[in-house]
């Protein structure tokens, strides 16, 4: 698959992973961290941290990713990201991790949003405004449709961008992150899968 269907392939995936999971629904696409335990046809098995481990099928069709560890000064005015983040006691938000996005995907999951990294924990995919160094980091002035917020992004927090990746490296204890649909018979299907590599790991 070229690098452009693949980029499509994981913006609808990452479009589903975002505001479609501010709702609980028994066919709502679920968020999946683990590590891969085998992979056997279109078969993936993933021990999740939660515990069990869980079998997801993954077709052709389906978006297959790797991330690549870039800097924080990378992010410029302009940039499209998604930051994970916690607010402080202040109310304002530090970053856990961000991705930016390749500029193929700009626009995917737009907004800002519960996530589950934690209690309170957010999700803001938006365009960057500004770029402002902070006293803990850098403060990430973001806009999207209906708002805007500024996420400060401390210096250990993994900046990554989406890269393709293959099959071939959906190995025994990598780890993932999988957005997947639960099926009536306990499996899922996979929409997402983005893998260790290099020893970056999904962060998201």
Do not use: C
């Amino acid at each position: 698959m070229s690098l452009r269907l693949k980029l499509a392939a994981s913006l609808t995936a990452l479009t589903l992973a975002g505001t479609a999971f501010a709702q609980s629904s028994a066919d709502k696409p679920e968020r999946i961290r683990g590590e891969i335990v085998s992979l056997s046809g279109d078969t993936l098995k993933v021990h999740r941290h939660s515990g069990d481990t869980i079998t997801i099928e993954v077709k052709a069709s389906a978006g297959l990713n790797a991330v690549k560890a870039i800097q924080l000064s990378d992010i410029k005015p302009g940039s499209y990201v998604g930051a994970a983040a916690m607010p402080g006691p202040d109310g304002k938000l530090t970053a856990k991790e961000v991705l930016v996005f390749p500029e193929a995907a700009r626009g995917t999951g737009e907004g800002h949003y519960a996530w589950d990294f934690g209690a309170n924990s957010t999700m803001t995919n938006a365009n960057v405004d500004t770029v402002v160094q902070g006293t803990n980091g850098r403060d990430l002035k973001l806009s999207y449709q209906g708002g805007s917020n500024t996420v400060t992004v401390p210096p250990g927090a993994p900046v990554v961008t989406l890269i393709p990746a293959t099959r071939a490296e959906l190995t025994a204890g990598k780890k993932v992150f999988v957005v997947a649909t639960p099926e009536k018979d306990g499996t899922y299907e996979g929409q997402l899968v983005v893998v260790e590599k290099d020893g970056v790991a999904p962060p998201m």
